[in-house]
């Protein structure tokens, strides 16, 4: 396998075209932002513990019959992956209240939200991820409103299968973000599963064991990201 040229540099992943068309190579830089970028760090280890979190849920879901774009690892921060074309959508699943549903509605932070609630942004970062809903996202043409259906039943699927795997961990899944890409008519779950774009807390204690502890500035962000990949990975 071999690693030719950069196709595309994200906020915190490089993507690398490789001989075969239909596979990509996917690095997890050690870069960090937040805030639509304003805040940034490089934070030694950080895409390692992303990319070893993302490649584990990866194949949980798998397992569980959810198509993904994961192929094979590398090395510890890079992965081979399907080449999809990308839906530029943000798929958010919400099972408690945080982050901007609290920001933007009179809704309080730690509330339960059952059913999940579902919210999809426009990845455009020139318009700053506006919020979509069904008919913004047909008149876009960013997906078919058959496409979109089988994207949020995805959606749900991938929840269900995370919050199962956390809640066994001792860990609440609050909210999480997807993205979507298609090949073949098929529609896989591309980009990453991490502690960049989860909120988890300890059930326990109400700890934030995700990006919010970068958001916040309140902790060591590799300190809690290790303590968090042990705990989803090792079980401990
Ligand atoms: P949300 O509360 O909408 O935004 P913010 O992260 O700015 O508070 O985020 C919900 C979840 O989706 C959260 O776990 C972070 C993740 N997310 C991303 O990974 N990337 C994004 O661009 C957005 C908007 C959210």
Known sequence: MK??????SGKAKSVYRTENPAE?????RDDITAFDGE??????????????VSIFFFGLLEKNGIKTHYIRKIDDSTMVARNLTMIPLEVIVRNIAAGSI????????????????????????????????????????????????????????????LRDYLDGRGIDLVD??????????????????????????????????DKDVYRTGLGDVITSYHRVARRIIDGH
Not at 24 to 28: E, G, H, P
Not at 39 to 52: M, P, R, W
């Open 3 to 8: 690693q030719l040229e950069l196709l595309y």
């Open 24 to 28: 990509l190579v996917i690095k997890f």
């Open 39 to 52: 805040k940034k760090d490089t934070l030694a280890d950080k895409g390692s513990l992303n990319a070893g």
């Open 102 to 161: 609290v920001k933007n509605y009179p809704i309080e932070k730690g509330t339960p939200l059952n059913p999940p609630v579902i919210v999809i942004d426009f990845k455009d970062d020139t318009h700053h991820d506006p919020m979509l809903n069904d008919d913004l996202i047909y008149a876009l043409k960013l997906s078919t409103p058959d496409e979109l259906r089988v994207i949020k039943q995805i959606a749900l699927g991938v929840n269900n299968v």
């Open 176 to 209: 999480f973000k997807l993205e979507f890409g298609k090949k073949d008519g098929i529609i896989y779950v591309g980009d990453e599963i991490s502690m960049d774009s989860m909120r988890l807390w300890d059930k326990k204690t109400g700890e934030s064991l």
